[in-house]
């Protein structure tokens, strides 16, 4: 035991207090990110849907600045009914460092849907976007992204006959992590917690959009394995709550998620 208030006794504490609240600070996280995951799932919605999604998640680098990125998606209608809607989105990517990323962007989407008399819709959407991706440690092994979209988005018209196109902004922030199942230094291969989330605001044209600031939120839970540094695939749940103008909606998603990265 070391006296009280001496030299020797502070620095045995400090050593003492430095894993603590290392650990104490990544089981923070874990509580804070698991109740951003919870919440949306809490809130009171006058609909619920429940659909499925696929999606390939890719990167690619060039040399020691320049790289690229591509991510496509399919995803389902209410009860898996039909294809709703498929997203292709390429960029490309400007490496300040490993962990700092800016990326421009394009985005197609299409939104396949039914109007009221059972007749179907179609409106394509194209999008410019500008994003910054900042990743760091939480832990030993694993690892949090954070992410800053910009979208411009310009939606087409619903049919050959109406003329409901428009022009709208919209800011999105993402944040991710990957906690694998076993503490390694540099996480290679095995199984692995993903947890994220991703709120939308509307920044421009929120009147053509669904008249609010505060777009959607998605929440999402997975489990995952990690082949190779080269390899990720997961399955998971997703919350996506959604504001319309005045109703709210409940999206609770199967997605399953491949990542590649060359």
Known sequence: MCAPHTEACYFSLRAFK?????????KIFQLLLLSTFLVPCKLLAQDNQFSGWAALFHTQRFSQYWGMSFDGQLRSADQFDYLRNVLLRPAVNYYFANNKISALGYAYVTANGRSA??????????????????????????????????????????????NDHYFAQRLRYFARSVIPFKSDSVFKKGPFLALQ??????????????????????????????????????????????????????????????????
């Open 18 to 26: 430095a894993p603590y609240l290392q650990i104490m600070k990544k």
């Open 117 to 162: 008399s059972g007749a179907s819709t179609f409106r394509p959407e194209s999008r410019i976007w500008e994003q910054f991706i900042y990743n760091h440690k939480i832990s030993r092994s694993a690892t949090l992204q954070h992410r800053f979209r910009l979208e411009q988005r310009f939606l087409g018209n619903t049919s050959a006959t109406a």
């Open 197 to 262: 989330n991703e709120i939308f605001v509307n920044v421009q044209n929120k009147n053509k959009v669904n008249k609010h600031f505060f777009d959607q939120n998605r929440a999402y839970g997975a489990i995952g394995f990690r082949f190779s540094k080269k390899f990720d695939a997961e399955v998971g749940y997703l919350n996506q709550y959604s504001k319309q103008a005045t109703t709210y909606t409940v999206n609770h998603v199967v997605q399953t998620a491949l990542y590649t990265r060359f």
